[in-house]
Nanobody, 116 residues
Framework: QVQLVESGGGLVQPGGSLRLSCAASGRVFIIYFMGWYRQAPGKERELVAT???????NIADAVKGRFTISRDSAKDTMYLQMTSLEPEDTAVYYC??????????WGQGTQVTVSS
């Protein structure tokens, strides 16, 4: 099992920045890639960004150039640096980890609200 805990969400004005963190614990050695997803009210959950065990990243077009995904392997922590935030970025952001054994693991989510 892998446990994931997100932090760093909150209320920010348009144009502002936030950094989300996702701390992994448990059998972290089974993780081969991790990602951030988000779900806005009334919408389906969507991919934001992923990073694999080699550090290769994939960023959704909607946030490309504004969001950066990274990880600190020594701390078993993944980050999502969000800049130039827009009201359309308002959502619950989820951290996910995908294991070699075929399972996926999810955090509880953290709310990001972009509003003036």
């Amino acid at each position: 099992q892998v446990q994931l805990v997100e932090s760093g969400g909150g209320l920010v004005q348009p144009g502002g920045s936030l950094r989300l963190s996702c701390a992994a614990s448990g059998r972290v050695f089974i993780i081969y890639f991790m990602g951030w997803y988000r779900q806005a009210p009334g919408k389906e959950r969507e991919l934001v960004a992923t990073i694999n065990s080699s550090g290769n990243t994939n960023i959704a077009d909607a946030v490309k150039g504004r969001f950066t995904i990274s990880r600190d392997s020594a701390k078993d922590t993944m980050y999502l640096q969000m800049t130039s935030l827009e009201p359309e970025d308002t959502a619950v952001y989820y951290c996910a980890a995908f294991g070699y054994e075929g399972n996926d693991y999810w955090g509880q989510g953290t709310q990001v609200t972009v509003s003036s």
